[in-house]
């Protein structure tokens, strides 16, 4: 009994589901929604495991972060999410999710995420710095909870990288201004 009844459960879901995509959807772009709440579920799994992964340490939580830990890890962030979802160096990783589209920026690629075999969601979610960031500034804290003093050294890494590439940026507009090559 318990089978028909989840059935038509499922059933009803599955139909729910797919008229809200139909009627979401613009007359030309079809949105993966299905993918967006897997992906949500993953990270809701992901956060779930981290906090227990806390809990089972038995460190104490801070009573809130410093300001300091927030500018250290929004910088840290900031700089990794950009590393993961568009330099060049990192695009094996998106490869199987993305196609090469052109060069952005110095060391940075445009990727479209690809179509076919359900990997649009991903593909989206590995070339978007502010996705990419969720996850990362997710990592981070867990790990300044579980690792503060490995992780404090990365993200202090993390952030001297993102000074240094402002310092190139900067020196290169400052060349290019004067006239130089």
């Known amino acids: 009994m318990g089978t028909v009844a989840d059935s038509s459960v499922a059933r009803r879901l599955h139909g729910f589901l797919r008229n809200t995509q139909r009627h979401y959807a613009a007359a030309d772009h079809e949105r ?49 999410s950009r590393l993961l979802s568009k330099a060049s160096v990192t695009s094996p990783l998106r490869a199987p999710f993305t196609r090469y589209v052109g060069p952005q920026g110095p060391a940075e690629l445009q990727e479209e995420a690809r179509t076919e075999g359900g990997k649009e969601t991903v593909g989206e979610l590995v070339t978007c710095p502010f996705c990419t960031g969720v996850w990362v500034a997710s990592t981070l804290t867990a790990g300044r909870l579980l690792w503060p003093r490995a992780t404090n050294t990365a993200m202090g890494a993390l952030a001297a990288l993102a000074g240094a590439d402002a310092l190139q940026l900067t020196y290169t507009a400052l060349v290019e201004k004067t006239g130089g090559e």
Do not use: C, E, K, Q
């Open 32 to 80: 993966p929604l299905g993918g967006y709440l897997t992906a949500m579920a993953g990270f809701g799994l992901y956060t779930v495991a981290w906090a227990t992964a806390v809990r089972l340490s038995g460190r104490p939580l801070p009573d809130r972060p410093t300001p300091w830990d927030v500018a250290l890890t929004s910088v840290a962030t900031f700089r990794l």
